[in-house]
């Protein structure tokens, strides 16, 4: 019998498994520490029982931002445990961002996991009249007006030594079609809007794909360091704990790699961008080797590159493996722990040749599919139906069909109940019963769904970061001295832009003169006029979040994309138009 609520879910987990080593993180004292399942149970209870005692009631928001840590998913159950709903914020995010969303959730408590992030939003916090409404993990130094987690917990007990049927009554109250959560994603406009998600939304997700892998307790571990208020972790989380399998907080991103070899995970989570960074690695090394040895490492690589399951290898091809292992790939695996079965990439675009390469290292890593609004999991690649290139074929009881226009539409009780507050912008994802996920994309004779490009004005980078181009340009055009603007970044490390001048406004300018140059082309190649732009973007830089900052640029003195030819195409037309135009300078920002 399928659950109703993620407690339910979570103890059919425990009930068919157990473990005695399920959260595992770093103490103070730098070693391993474990909850085991029994323990993480009656945690949840307790922090339930004190969130309770609060005056926290079913259907109530309340807002968390913390990293990766037992806490963040103790009370994330807890929570849901009695009804309420939790609004994740990213620890990453621009001061902007959190404003809005605490103002447009309304939220009846924050959870912060430390002082350091209590500070960086303190202000906030009084905007929206939360001073006196934080719960924090860490009190040292001391938080004003906050309540320790441990404070809730003993609040909890005393409250259910006058009403011990407290718990059962809270928990009884809670449906699958209640809200779940509410997580904010981008908009077109950059603006955040809140998706809606309940328990059946999660839990038929969490079903869907723990039947599509062989994940057992006692046998697996997994290795957690992307963050929890991103809904890919969180779910894939809550399969982990559907299985009980051991799982691993990260100390940090700098402790990865330390991590990795000490947890030695047989599963694990990631964006595309760790993968480039462990490519970037390998071409380093390469780099250093003597001049003959570094002209086979690189022909290793490239060979690698080529791989397809798909296809039977040749003898040649089973050699060069072969070598490829004893002097590029042993190194490699061992660099991850040595015993990763599974790495599922998701948040961004894979690069065919980069599965390819670790396919071929030994380490398995398929690509999935999905948005915030579907719970996330769309589609996903397996380990016996790996087509790369392709995101994988539906998961089971999520429909997938493609629109006239090549748009890619989703029906399934995955999808979302709508955009919080937003009766307008749901109509328009929902019409006709299906969910518009803004990408195009085709599906093959075998059912693998690809990617073919964005119909929304939205871009992701290679570590799964939203970034609306729309409204960076809108920020560069705010000035004078820039006519018009175009950001590209889809698929990459970070923000690039195409920059066309007002040439006429610089020229008015004392400081930057303009004698001498035989054109406006050489005028905007000047050292002055270069870093006076720098500058320029480097103050913008100060409106946006650290994965929206502009890193390189580029000064276009031709203003013909923005001429009377283009006005009657579309946003999307006007933009893959000049990208084509400038496709020479737009890959010269990432060689």
Request: with cysteine; aromatic share 8%.
């Amino acid at each position: 019998m399928n659950p109703n609520t993620m407690l339910e879910l979570f103890e059919q987990g425990v009930n068919l498994y157990s473990n005695p080593k399920l959260l595992n993180y770093k103490g103070i004292d730098k070693q391993w520490h474990s909850l085991s399942s029994e323990e993480t149970l009656e945690r949840i209870r307790k922090i339930a029982l004190g969130f309770s005692s609060l005056g926290i009631q079913k259907g109530d928001r309340v807002c968390i931002l913390s990293e990766g840590r037992p806490e963040w998913n103790l009370c994330d159950l807890a929570l849901l445990t009695i009804g309420g709903i939790l609004v994740p914020l990213h620890t990453t995010q621009p001061p902007y961002q959190i404003e809005f969303i605490l103002a447009d959730s309304d939220p009846e408590y924050i959870i912060i996991s430390n002082r350091s992030l209590f500070d960086r939003i303190s202000s906030l916090l009084e905007k929206a009249g939360l001073q006196e409404k934080v719960i924090v993990f860490e009190n040292l130094p001391p938080i004003p007006h906050s309540k320790t987690l441990d404070e809730v917990e003993e609040a909890g007990m005393k409250k259910e030594k006058r009403n011990p049927d407290l718990y059962q009554e809270l928990r009884s109250r809670v449906k699958a079609e209640d809200l779940a959560t509410i997580i904010y994603t981008y908009s077109d406009s950059g603006a955040p809007r809140g998706v809606m998600l309940t328990h059946k939304n999660l839990i038929s997700n969490v079903l869907s794909c723990s039947r599509q892998f062989s994940i057992k307790s006692g046998e697996d571990a997994a290795l957690s360091y992307l963050p929890l208020s991103h809904v890919f972790e969180r779910t894939i989380f809550f399969v982990y704990l559907y299985h009980q399998i051991e799982i691993y907080y990260v100390e940090s991103l700098e402790k990865l790699l330390q991590n990795l070899k000490e947890v030695k995970p047989t599963l694990m989570t990631t964006v595309p961008r760790l993968l480039e960074k462990t490519e970037e690695g390998i071409l380093k090394k390469a780099q250093k080797l003597p001049f003959l040895g570094k002209i086979f490492a690189e022909k290793l690589l490239s060979a690698a590159k080529q791989y397809d399951p798909e296809k039977p290898s040749t003898f040649k091809q089973k050699l060069t493996r072969s070598f490829s292992n004893l002097i590029l790939f042993q190194k490699l695996r061992r660099s991850f722990g040595g015993r990763l079965k599974v790495m599922i990439s998701g948040g961004a675009k894979l690069k065919p040749e980069l599965a390819r390469l670790f396919l071929a290292a030994g380490i398995l890593v398929l690509q999935g599919y999905g948005l915030t609004e579907t719970s996330p999991v769309i589609a996903v690649n397996l380990p016996q139906k790996n087509r790369i290139g392709s995101v994988g074929a539906p998961i089971p009881e999520v429909l997938v069909k493609i629109a006239e226009d090549q748009e890619i539409l989703v029906q399934g009780p995955n999808v979302m109940k709508g955009y919080f507050k937003n009766e307008e912008g749901t109509k328009k994802a929902l019409e006709g019963g299906w969910f518009h996920t803004g990408d195009t994309g085709h599906l093959d004779s075998d059912g693998f769904l690809f990617i073919t490009g964005r119909k929304k004005n939205l871009m992701k980078n290679s570590g799964g970061k939203y970034i609306a181009p729309l409204m960076i340009e809108k920020i560069l055009k705010s000035s004078e001295y820039i006519s018009g603007a175009l950001t590209v970044g889809e698929g990459r490390k970070f923000v690039s832009a195409l920059i066309f001048p007002n040439i006429q406004a610089l020229k008015k300018l004392p400081e930057l003169n303009h004698s001498n140059a035989e054109n406006d082309a050489d005028f905007l190649q000047r050292p002055e006029i270069q870093n006076f732009y720098d500058q320029l973007i480097q103050k913008m830089n100060h409106q946006l979040s650290k994965w929206e900052a502009i890193k390189k640029f580029y000064l276009i003195p031709d203003p013909a994309p923005f001429n009377s030819e283009m006005e009657n195409l579309s946003i999307h037309s006007k933009r893959k138009q000049i990208e084509e135009k400038y496709r020479s300078v737009i890959e010269s920002f990432y060689e």
